[in-house]
Each structure stands twice: as structure tokens, then as C-alpha cells.
């Protein structure tokens, strides 16, 4: 019988009992190995009412006890780590070497919200007016929602559920209905960990659960990660109704290459952060852009390295590019490698052709593409391909490649090769996004910075986890007395 995955509501377990569910799938196999519950509004109307209930309470409760709960979830989460990254790997086919590093980033998450009594500290004005003193402090909001993507089941859950605990908040999680079974067990950890019941809900669904979520009166906040177009419409819907909302999207990556680069560095950097997760990272590399003449050099020594890649098992310590996460997700993937060739780009390498010891097995497996000459009008350049399909274009000078980076509508990352400092330091100034990396491939900031992009890639005004998450998860109030 196929497994059924329900919700974690009131601190245990549960099936849910709407008639709607979901598929989910084993990417390297292509089998149905579980259902998964999709809530009703009927029921997300319940765990609305019992968060509020549980936010009421564990507002009042000591920071200390809290951060306590959140040392204690640190340690279960260093224990559990092979266990949670087998869980994603079977459901999300990322590699699992892949899959314990989204942990590992995960932790850095709630080492950052176990420091919340310095974070949170307010300040103090003393004889502001006569015998009167002014201060301040942060409180939490109250019921805030969680909707998180497919491609970090484990990961982007911990850059919210800490900082918004560790606050005072209650929080309802919607997972993606892809890959489920990680953030469960997150829930069932951060109870072992001592977190009172209802104070964490995870609530399985899909977008008519989300909607239902999102316009609900009762819900006070709304964090979300997720494609550029559900990002705008999560802003904008939740807004209206008077919800603080972040909303994170998704991104077209640039790699920019200088005469001056180590080019055999910058090859090795596109191909890891191109078909790295096969591709699956709102931080991956898709466009590569040698400047000023070394593109034919460094399309070759991309082919090369491209050709080498082991596709295979994600389970296999060998294989370096697992499947995708669905088969339609493969099949969408693997479309732009023919709309590139007829808008005229060159297809260097067809990932169709190139799928080693996978070929035949059944999984949602594509091997790395790469397109040369590829210009900003064809889609494999306009589109978030999300897959493993890098494109180069080709500009002549660092302005050009500059211009084209801040055109681009989306502005998550974006990575500059070079060993010069003068170029550095004016990529550094000008270019439009929120998080960039010079000869670094993927710029992705440690848990004590804030993540997030600019441009189509964020709509809101607070980045994702560390300092800007206390922020997102509080609000301000200011105390004037005389006594
Ligand atoms: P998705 O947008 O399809 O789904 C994300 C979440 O939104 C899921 O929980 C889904 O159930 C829910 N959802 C779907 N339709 C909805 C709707 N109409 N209203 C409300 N919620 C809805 O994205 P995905 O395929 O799960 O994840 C991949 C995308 O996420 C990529 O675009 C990637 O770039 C992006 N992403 C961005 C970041 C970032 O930090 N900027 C990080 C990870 C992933």
C-alpha cells in the first residue's frame, strides 16, 4: 500500500481529513511511493485558531526557555543529519552529499536564533524630557505562515521556523507538496527538543492550501520562497489584506568571466554551481558570460568538464548530478534545449544524450547541457530554466556584461571571475543584486548575514534569516515614563 503523509498539527502526527491529495515521487526511480494530504480551508481555518491560541502562550514564555529548545533542536538535527538528508534525496533526488549540506546550512540557522538575547536587545534614552526616559523593544507578531519551495525541503524551512520561534511566535508551515516527509520530521524533532504543542503546525497542501492561508483574517505574517510569479502574487494578495509579508523568487544567475580571470577556476565555478543539485538553486549559475575574447577557450574547457560529469543515483557517493524533481519538471527542462537550437543558439552538449548509468533507469534524469551564443531575446536566457542547462552570451566588454547583468529582471546573484581588484571592487558597486561573489561560484551568506535578492527575486523589504529575520519576525515599540 502507498505511504500516506498527513500534517503535524498539536504536536503529533495527523492524516488530515480533506478528500484532496497529492502524488509524490521517487525522482531516480520514477515511482509513487506516497500520498500526500492537501488541507481544506475547513482545516487550515482550525490550525489558524489553534495557533493564535499557542502564540498567546508562548509569547509569555522566558527567551531563555526558548533558546533552550532551539540548542537542544541544534543537537537532534547534528544526530539526525543522515537520516533527514536520506529523506530528502528520496523525495527530492538531490544528490545526498547535497542533502546533509542543506542541513548543515539549516543549523547555521538556528545557531544564529540561539544568540536571539543579543539580537533582541532594545535601547534606552535616559532624561529624554524631564524625568523622562524612552526605550524601546521588539515583539513577536503573533500567528505567522511558512510556504516553502520543493528544491530545499529541509533548508528553507530552517531559515524561517528559529528566528520566528525564538521570537515568540507560533508558526504554520506549508511545505511543498513535492517532498513533504523532511519538514514533518523537522516538526517532530523541534517537539522532541521540548517546543509546546501547536506552537509549530505543519500543514501539508497545495495552492488552494496556501490560498486559503494567505487570505485568512487570523494569520499575521507570511514568509515565502518560492518561483518569481507565485512570489509577486503571495506579495501582493497577503499585503492587501494587511499582512507583513516577505516573498522570495526566483533568479537568473550570471557568471561573469574578465580577460584577466583564472579561466580554468572560472569553468570549474560555472559547471559546479550550473549542474550543481542538477541545477535546482535559486542560486545556481544559468548564464555564463565570457567578455573580451576568451570564449573560446572557455567553451572548451567548459565542454570538457561538462562531458566528464557522472550522472547517476543521487544515493551513489560517485554520481555528481542527479535526477530532477518531476518528470514533467524533466520534460519542461529539456524543451529549451531545442528552443535554443531553433532560435539559433549552438547546442554544445544535449543532456538528453548524456546520462551515463542512468540512461533506462526510470528517473527523472537529464544529464548537463550547454548552449553557445545564446542572446538575451531567446528564452533559454529569458527564463528561470531550473535545471541543468547553462547558457553563454557572449559580450565584448565588462560595461556590456555589466548592462546585460542589470537588465535582467530577475536579481538574486550574480558572480564575477577576475584578478583584478579595480574590476572587483566596481562590480561590486554597480551591479544589481542582492548577493554577489567575486571568484566565488555560489555566494550564498553564512547564517549570521540576511539571504535575498533584488528585483523580481524579492518583494518585500526584509531579506531571509540572521539579522533581518528578527527584524521580519518582530516589531518595534517604544516606552516613554516618568515616575
Ligand atoms: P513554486 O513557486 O512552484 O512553489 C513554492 C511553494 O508555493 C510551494 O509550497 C507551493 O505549494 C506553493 N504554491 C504554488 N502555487 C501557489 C499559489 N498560487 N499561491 C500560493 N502558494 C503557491 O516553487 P518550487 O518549484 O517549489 O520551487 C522552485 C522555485 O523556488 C524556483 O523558482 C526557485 O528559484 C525558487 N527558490 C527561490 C529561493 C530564494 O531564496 N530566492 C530559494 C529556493 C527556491
Redesign the pocket.
Known amino acids: 500500500m502507498t505511504e500516506r503523509i498527513g500534517h503535524f498539527l498539536a504536536g503529533a502526527r495527523q492524516e488530515g481529513r480533506s478528500s484532496r491529495i497529492g502524488p509524490v515521487y521517487c525522482p531516480a526511480t520514477g515511482e509513487l511511493i506516497a500520498e500526500v494530504a492537501f488541507a481544506d480551508e475547513f482545516e487550515v481555518d482550525e490550525v489558524v485558531g489553534a495557533a493564535h491560541a499557542a502564540a498567546a502562550e508562548w509569547r509569555d514564555s522566558p527567551l531563555g526557555e526558548r533558546v533552550e529548545i532551539l540548542l537542544r533542536f541544534r543537537d537532534l538535527l547534528v544526530k539526525h543529519r543522515d537520516e533527514l538528508a536520506g529523506l530528502i534525496t528520496r523525495e527530492n533526488g538531490k544528490l545526498v552529499s547535497d542533502a546533509r549540506g542543506e542541513i548543515s546550512r539549516g543549523i547555521e540557522s538556528v545557531e544564529f536564533a540561539s544568540g536571539l538575547s543579543t539580537h533582541l536587545l532594545g535601547s534606552f534614552s535616559e532624561q529624554v524630557a524631564r524625568s523622562i526616559d524612552a526605550y524601546s523593544v521588539r515583539q513577536p507578531l503573533g500567528a505567522v505562515v511558512a510556504?516553502?519551495?520543493?528544491?530545499?525541503p529541509a533548508m528553507?524551512p530552517l531559515w524561517m521556523l528559529p528566528n520566528a520561534l525564538a521570537c515568540g511566535n507560533a508558526v504554520i508551515l506549508?511545505?511543498?507538496?513535492k517532498d513533504p516527509s523532511a519538514p514533518i520530521r523537522l516538526a517532530e524533532l523541534l517537539d522532541e527538543a521540548g517546543l509546546p504543542a501547536g506552537v509549530l503546525n505543519v500543514v501539508n497542501g497545495?495552492?488552494f492550501t496556501?490560498?486559503a492561508l494567505?487570505s485568512h483574517p487570523g494569520v499575521d505574517a507570511v514568509s515565502f520562497?518560492?518561483?518569481?510569479p507565485?512570489a509577486r502574487?503571495?506579495y501582493e494578495n497577503a499585503t492587501a489584506t494587511g499582512k507583513r509579508v516577505q516573498a522570495?523568487?526566483?533568479?537568473k544567475n550570471h557568471l561573469l568571466v574578465l580577460p584577466d580571470a583564472d579561466l580554468d577556476a572560472a569553468a570549474e565555478a560555472a559547471i559546479s554551481a550550473g549542474y550543481g543539485a542538477a541545477g535546482e538553486r535559486?542560486m545556481a549559475v544559468s548564464v555564463v558570460v565570457p567578455v573580451g575574447g576568451v570564449e573560446n577557450e572557455l567553451v572548451a574547457e567548459m565542454e570538457r568538464r561538462s562531458k566528464a560529469v557522472v550522472v547517476g543515483d543521487p544515493m551513489d557517493p560517485h554520481s555528481e548530478l542527479g535526477p530532477l524533481i518531476t518528470g514533467a519538471h524533466r520534460a519542461r527542462v529539456a524543451s529549451y534545449v531545442d528552443r535554443a537550437s531553433g532560435e539559433g543558439a549552438r547546442v554544445v552538449l544535449d543532456g538528453r544524450e548524456h546520462l551515463g548509468s542512468a540512461a533506462g533507469s526510470g528517473g527523472f534524469y537529464l544529464g548537463p547541457s550547454l548552449i553557445d551564443g545564446a542572446t538575451p531575446e531567446m528564452a533559454v536566457y529569458r527564463d528561470?530554466i531550473?535545471g541543468p542547462v547553462l547558457s553563454l552570451v557572449h559580450a565584448s566588454s565588462y560595461d556590456d556584461a555589466l548592462d546585460l547583468v542589470n537588465a535582467n529582471p530577475f536579481g538574486?546573484g550574480a558572480v564575477l571571475f577576475t584578478s583584478s581588484g579595480r574590476w572587483a571592487r566596481a562590480f561590486q558597486h554597480d551591479v544589481r543584486v542582492g548577493m554577489l561573489g567575486i571568484n566565488v561560484s555560489i555566494p550564498v551568506p553564512p547564517g549570521h548575514f540576511s539571504?535575498g535578492?533584488w528585483k523580481g527575486?524579492l518583494f518585500g523589504d526584509l531579506h531571509m534569516y540572521g539579522p533581518d529575520g528578527v527584524r521580519f519576525y518582530t516589531r518595534g515599540k517604544t516606552v516613554m515614563t516618568r515616575w
Open positions: 510556504i516553502t519551495p520543493a528544491n530545499f528553507v506549508k511545505p511543498s507538496e497545495d495552492h496556501a490560498a494567505l520562497v518560492g518561483s518569481t507565485v502574487s503571495v522570495l523568487g526566483g533568479a535559486c528561470e531550473f538574486n539571504f535578492g527575486s
